[in-house]
């Protein structure tokens, strides 16, 4: 069981480049979560599904696509990358039942946009 | 302004002292949890409280969950360096859709030996 996955670690981006940040998830969970976390501050949401086929978004989607094909997979899209967007990022699912409402996080990735 | 608001923001002690970190919000949470997180990694489930007043112990790690369900601490006590991190509290609001977290700022703790 490996969780939950995130590619790349960490890349760097030229102002107005794209990129696809990658997660997949092998716990058969039906949310899955995008955060960025900005130095010393906590997450912020920037979209989420509650399963394939359903997303919507969070508190900071302004930049940023999503698209949830299959119950294991949520990238994550740049177009246009901007100074702003310099971040770690964080992907994340959770279960349906209440008990299960932990949610796992992948190890981040670290972006830079110059 | 936060939904959550985490006091203090930073604290630095000595191994072996006591530290409190407090969470709290003017809003009524369904449920609470704590997250710690390590450089380089992402944040990890300590503990989810729900019942208002309810007190959780983890070895040397105590949370608490207010009486009216807006706010939470986490003490910890005889701290050790291994307790060096970032500690997120995060909520669910009532009638959050898609099981939303809605995160505190963070605590970052430094435990000095």
């Known amino acids: 069981n490996a969780g939950v996955t995130q590619t790349p670690k960490f890349r760097i981006l030229k102002i107005g480049q794209s990129m696809t940040l990658q997660c997949t998830q092998d716990?058969?969970?039906?949310?899955m979560y995008w955060y960025r976390q900005d130095p010393g501050m906590g997450l912020k949401l920037i979209y989420y599904?509650?399963?394939?086929?359903?997303?919507d978004k969070g508190e900071v989607p302004n930049g940023y696509n999503v698209s949830r094909s299959t119950t294991e997979d949520f990238p994550l899209r740049l177009e246009l990358a901007a100074p702003s967007q310099t971040s770690v990022y964080f992907c994340?699912?959770?279960?349906?039942?209440?008990?299960?409402?932990?949610?796992?996080f992948g190890p981040g990735t670290r972006l830079t946009v110059t | 302004t936060q939904l959550l608001e985490q006091s203090p923001q930073f604290l630095s002690i000595q191994e072996g002292e006591n530290l409190t970190v407090y969470c709290n919000s003017s809003?009524?949470?369904?449920?609470l949890q704590w997250y710690r997180q390590e450089p380089g990694e992402g944040p990890v489930l300590l503990v989810t409280?729900?019942?208002?007043?309810e007190v959780k112990k983890l070895k040397r790690l105590t949370f608490q969950f207010g009486d009216a369900r807006k706010d939470s601490s986490l003490h910890i006590t005889a701290a050790q360096p291994g307790d060096t991190g970032l500690y997120l509290c995060?909520?669910?609001?009532?009638?959050?859709?898609?099981?939303?977290?809605?995160f505190g700022g963070g605590t970052r703790v430094l435990v000095k030996p």
């Open positions: 994340a699912s959770s279960g349906l039942a209440v008990s299960s409402y932990e949610q796992y």
């Open positions: 716990m058969n969970h039906n949310y």
């Open positions: 599904s509650v399963g394939a086929g359903i997303t």
């Open positions: 809003s009524v949470f369904s449920s």
């Open positions: 409280v729900v019942t208002g007043g």
């Open positions: 995060a909520a669910y609001m009532i009638k959050a859709a898609g099981n939303k977290l809605t």
